[in-house]
């Protein structure tokens, strides 16, 4: 990446991770809500080469790393999110079909969204944390999974928009 493009997805970045902060987590929605940082990150990917997802994870995992609502030890988001926008990248990157459909875009941010959780519940395991009974956590896993299905379709076009404004692409949704 350019200066201008490193700067700009920045900007992008911490201005998305403040909305989260600051709105989105201090609305209580049944079945644990949405992550629209999370979200923000993995259709960045998925619109992305590999390598521009492999940054995004790091920098959404870091900024998800130093969230105070965030549990888990430092450092369990970052490894996460690396390896999942790497991979969403990679699924995305290869097929330029996959690309510009917005169904396998959304497809991809909701398989996304639960596999990060899942692997965060696993690391979480080994690591230690308190998880929580067994129910609470499928009503959380299917909680998000459903309101990432509901949120991803009205935020694609205006992620898709700052992508293509960053990169300078013209493939838009």
Not at 139 to 160: K, Q, R
Request: charged share 10%.
């Amino acid at each position: 990446m350019i200066t201008r493009q490193l700067s700009f997805s920045a900007l992008i970045f911490l201005f998305i991770y403040t909305i989260q902060e600051s709105f989105i987590n201090q609305v209580r929605l049944p079945g644990g809500g949405f992550s629209i940082f999370l979200i923000f990150a993995l259709v960045w990917s998925a619109l992305s080469t590999p390598e521009v997802g492999a940054v995004t994870g790091f920098s959404a995992g870091f900024l998800i790393d130093l969230s105070p609502s965030s549990s888990g030890p430092v450092g369990q988001w970052t490894l996460i999110l690396i390896l999942t926008c790497f991979g969403i990248a990679f699924l995305g990157f290869g097929d330029d079909k996959s690309r510009g459909n917005p169904i396998t875009i959304v497809f991809l941010v909701v398989a996304g969204v639960f596999l990060a959780e899942v692997s965060f519940l696993i690391t979480g395991v080994l690591l230690g944390v308190n998880l929580g009974s067994f129910t609470q956590i499928l009503i959380i896993l299917f909680g998000m999974s459903i309101w990432t299905l509901l949120i991803t379709p009205f935020t694609l076009p205006v992620f898709s928009r700052l992508h293509a404004l960053t990169f300078d692409t013209a493939s838009r949704i």
